[in-house]
């Protein structure tokens, strides 16, 4: 559901946000809580999401210092997600833009802390905290959540900005892959910490735990595949010949195509000229809704995606993923030279990858 747009950046929140809303009452409800107290535990955790809400926009309006433009930011039950148009690869600005967000959470405590009394020791801070969220201690759970969002955020393990911040400030001296392997390394160490706590005490950090191992792997896989394509220009992964069908063919033609091959991605032309492109989901989607005789065109992604042979891949890696499920086509003075799609990238990369042990083992 879109709220509205903050310095051009689009802000969501997702509608599952509601059942967790429902369930902040209706716990506090089960647990005899009256109506008032109900209404602080809801108004509390809309100041939470507008937290998180200012965290993410801190990582968007320092990346946007860069020259980098966020799509949108979304605020989920589990927490808010900025989709920035890329990662900046520079050390120092990956820094900046990493450490804005527990920056704010910071800056949010710090001023909420120059209004409340804080309490002395842990005895009388659970004094106030063990009637739940009221009026009288509300911003001082805001003072707390701050806190402990600000310092798990920089905990150094991918995929929160502490694994980044780390990974940044490796970067000034490492390989930015090297970099990013030493820090997935660590998230994943400190992750096993997570796990085996969760077995004794919570098991949330269990979750965590995974998560963290889950995200850490990933970056580091990513960024190996981005070091193996160093160098390389899109007419060396292009491939010259891909499957073509007709837009005024029949989605029976496309299904044919797809089960006597191994391709998923099609490009639709009309007179020879592209244009759209198919594949599988939109093919199978087609099907489910109107049958194998619907013509394609009717079917078809019209939005064509053009790419330039002596673009280096590694400019344009984030831009493959984002449409890692379409055929791109591959451009030199103005005219179509071959196509690209995830699948013979990933291709490229694995045997990339084999080269790069042999010569290791050589």
Known sequence: MKLGKIAGIGLYIHWTFSLLIAFIIFANYKNGQSAIQILWSVLFILSVFVTVFLHELGHALAAK???INTKDITILPIGGLARLDKIPEKPLEELVVAIAGPLVNITLAIVTGLFITIPSDSNELMAKLSNGVNAINFFLNFFIVNFWLALFNLIPAFPM??????????????????????AARIGQFIAVGFILLGFLYNPFLVFIGIFVIIGAQVEADSMQSKHLLKGFKVRDILMKQYPVIDAHEKLKTAIDLLLDS???????????????????????????????????????????????????????????YKNKSTLMLIMENNEVIGALDTENLLEFILIEEVKLKNDHAA
């Open 161 to 182: 900005d502490g694994g980044r911040i780390l990974r940044a400030i490796l970067s000034f001296k490492l390989e930015r892959n090297i970099a990013t392997k030493i």
């Open 65 to 67: 210092n860069y020259h």
């Open 262 to 320: 191994q391709n998923k991605n099609f490009l639709v032309t009309d007179n020879a000229v592209p244009v759209g492109t198919l594949n599988r989901d939109l093919i199978l989607l087609a099907l489910a809704k109107t049958g194998e005789n619907e013509t394609i065109n009717n079917v078809m992604d019209p939005n064509l995606i053009f790419l330039e042979a002596d673009s280096l891949i590694e400019n344009v890696y984030e831009d493959l």
